[in-house]
Every structure is written in C-alpha cells, then in structure tokens.
C-alpha cells in the first residue's frame, strides 16, 4: 500500500455543481456539502445515490469541513480527489518505483521551468545524468478498455507537452499518468475531447518524452500501485 487514508466517512452523491461543491447524505442521515476537487468533467463520476467516502477536516480556517476522496461505480472505488496523486507519486519516486526513468539522487517538487520560466513543473529527478522533467495528470475517463486522457479541452495540459518539447534533448521529460481506478489497463488520449492535445502528445513521444500510464487500486483503506497500463497512441 503506497498511501493510507485519514479516517473516513460513508455516505452517498445526491448532486455536484459550480465544479467545487457536492452535496451529499451521509450514513449518520446527515446531508453537507463537502469540497471537490477535481474541477474537470468527471465524465461518468456523478452518478446520483452511488456510495462516496469523504475525509473530515477539523482546520477553522476552511469554508467546507469535508473533502469528497473517492465514488463507488459499480463494484470498483474511483478516486476523486485530484490533490492526492501528487502526494502519492512523491512517495512512489522516493522509493524508486519507476525503473524507467533511470537513476536519480534528489526528488524537487513545483521547480520553475518552461519557455517563459513562469511554469512549474510537478517534479524534477537530479542526479548523475540529465535532469528528469516529471509532469502528473490524474485520469478517471473510462472508454472500453481504455482510460484517457484528457475528458475535456485543456489549453493547460497542451502547454505542458509543449513544454516538455522544448526541455528535450538538454533534460528528459516524462508525462505520469495516474490512472484513478483499476478497470482498465490500455491508455490513449483524448482524442474527442482535445484532438489538439492528441496530435502534441503524439509529438512529443517521437521527440522523446516517456510516458508512464500507472495503474492504481482505489480503496477506502488507500491506495496501492498495480504497475503501468498498456500506452496505444
């Protein structure tokens, strides 16, 4: 198990809206409004009535004292909260889990970086050899036996490849994708939903970016790694 969660609460999805804000019922029969934080689509997430599992907050400084972690689809939790694969690849990279990018000493998190210098990058691997560019995106877009990604346009996440192009040949880059539910082991981008990102993400592996898809276990005792997806561009 790579990441444990805090102490949850049980209760069901009555509605999501404004992207930031789900109400929800829990066991005890009390109805909140917890934090969401993953402002996407969520395409196929929001089912009304399906079982989700919120984490209590006990800071006075928050608005909303619960964030929604994860909704039951089917028989299979799904991970929500977007805050969360940082964390968890953090620990994944400092325990050396990825063979394929190579050696590295020091693990930075949110190092400047890009065309501009304005940019952040999620990681930056140093060592011996070429410094390792280590952007993170979260995917739950279930499409047959594929996840993908993105499940809506992302000027943002377009940037990012763009970005990685250009760090590339001085320094490696590599795009980790956390898959967020153990359903599906093939990986491809989002073609219908961002062909722009498609066509960079294309671009960018044949100038070199590696592009690890992670397969992960969602549960409410947390969350375990079950190795990489298969990538079909």
Known sequence: ??????????????????RFFADIRLDSGAEITAHCPNTGAMS???EIGAPVMVSASDNP??????????????ER?????????????????EQRLWPELGDYLEVRSEVKYGVDGRSRIDFLLTGDDLPIYVEVKNTTW????????????????????????????????????????????????GDDR?????????????????VLPCR??????GVEYLGLGKLEL
């Open 1 to 18: 198990m790579l990441y444990q969660y805090p102490p949850l609460q049980s209760g069901v999805l009555l509605r999501r809206y404004q």
């Open 142 to 189: 279930k499409v047959g036996d594929f996840v993908r990604f993105p499940d809506t346009e992302t000027t943002r996440g377009q940037k990012h490849l763009q970005e990685a192009m250009h760090v590339m040949p001085k320094a490696k880059a590599a795009m980790l994708y956390f898959i967020n539910r153990d359903d599906a082991k093939k990986f491809g981008p």
């Open 77 to 93: 939790w799904i991970g929500v909260n977007t805050n969360l694969p940082n964390k968890v690849v953090k620990l994944a990279l």
């Open 194 to 210: 961002d062909p722009r990102y498609g066509e960079l993400l294309r671009q960018a592996v044949a100038a070199g970016l590696l």
């Open 61 to 74: 400084k928050r608005k909303l004292a619960y964030t929604w972690e994860m909704i039951q689809v089917g």
């Open 44 to 46: 196929g997430l929001c």
């Open 216 to 221: 992960f276990r969602i549960s409410p005792a």
